[in-house]
Each structure stands twice: as C-alpha cells, then as structure tokens.
C-alpha cells in the first residue's frame, strides 16, 4: 500500500470513492479502508493491457470527482497485482 501523501490533498470517505467508481464494474476494484485512509485496487483477472486500461478508467473517474491516486505514476502501480493506492481529494 503506497501511503505517501501529496501536498493540498485530505482524506476520503470509502462511500465517496464508491460514488466515483458507481460507473466501473464492481468486481473490477476493491476499495478499502486502512487506518491511513481509503485505499483502490483492481482484483481483476486479464491481460497486461486490460489491466492497464481498467487503471486508466479508475484514475479518470476519481478524477472527474476531485480525487486523486497517491502514488508518482498511478496508472502502472494500479496494474501491479495486490497494489492497493491511497486516495485523497484534491484540496484548490
């Protein structure tokens, strides 16, 4: 689990996360909740570039709702198996 957090960014609530993700297939991601905060992994079985573009989908979709991955490159840590990335809300 990468826990390094980024400057103007909080916490967030798993039901918020949810929300974000209601448009992606549910048994795609896991979302959890650590006392660091809530965390997203894909638990999904396919090739290499599936996972990719499921990581892609889940970073776009926090995105339009304010939220942000922690990690340097989010889409190819999302793609390595049981990698679970805090998530916060982008603060202005």
């Not at 290499?48 to 991955?69: E, F, I, Q």
């Not at 190819?76 to 916060?88: F, Y």
């Amino acid at each position: 689990m990468t826990t390094t957090d980024g400057e103007n960014s909080q916490p967030v609530p798993a039901e918020r996360v949810a929300h974000a993700l209601r448009r992606m297939r549910a048994n795609c991601y896991r979302i959890e909740a650590y006392a660091e905060g809530t965390c997203v992994s894909l638990v999904m079985q396919a090739s290499p570039a599936g996972r990719r573009n499921a990581a892609m989908h889940v970073v776009s979709l926090l995105g339009d709702h304010g939220l942000h991955l922690v990690a340097a490159d989010p889409v190819e840590e999302l793609t390595r198996p049981g990698c679970a990335l805090l998530v916060r809300a982008i603060v202005p």
